[in-house]
């Protein structure tokens, strides 16, 4: 982990995780940490599919389902799978906090 992110960050990175959990529940909830696909086959509904089939986990499983982006060309396509902004963050840049509508 060190070798990735590097001695001098860790405090940054700490602090950075630690504004994000505030912003959860305190209770069980699903996490989308990260998604994506090979660049060679973008455009293919591959991410969406994959993407619904968390949804359906997360609704099966009778928990809440949070995300963050800082990319914002990616919000439309969450709003288009039901999700809605309820948090940003500013930390050198913008942090959206998202949540499915179930």
């Known amino acids: 982990m060190l070798k990735v ?4 960050n860790l405090p ?3 602090r950075r ?4 959990k505030k912003q959860h529940p305190k209770t069980p909830f699903y996490y989308l940490w990260f998604i ?10 591959l991410g969406s599919a ?3 089939e968390l949804i359906k986990e997360a609704g099966m499983m009778d928990l809440p389902f949070y995300l963050e ?3 914002v060309e990616n919000i439309p396509w969450y709003l288009e799978f ?4 309820y948090h940003t ?4 840049y913008t942090l959206y906090f998202l949540k499915h509508i179930t």
């Open 5 to 8: 992110i590097g001695v001098f």
């Open 12 to 14: 940054k990175v700490l």
């Open 17 to 20: 995780e630690g504004l994000i």
């Open 36 to 45: 994506g696909v090979d660049p060679s086959v973008t455009g293919q509904g």
């Open 50 to 52: 994959l993407l619904q």
């Open 69 to 71: 982006t800082s990319t």
């Open 82 to 85: 039901r999700f809605y902004i």
């Open 89 to 92: 963050i500013d930390i050198g």
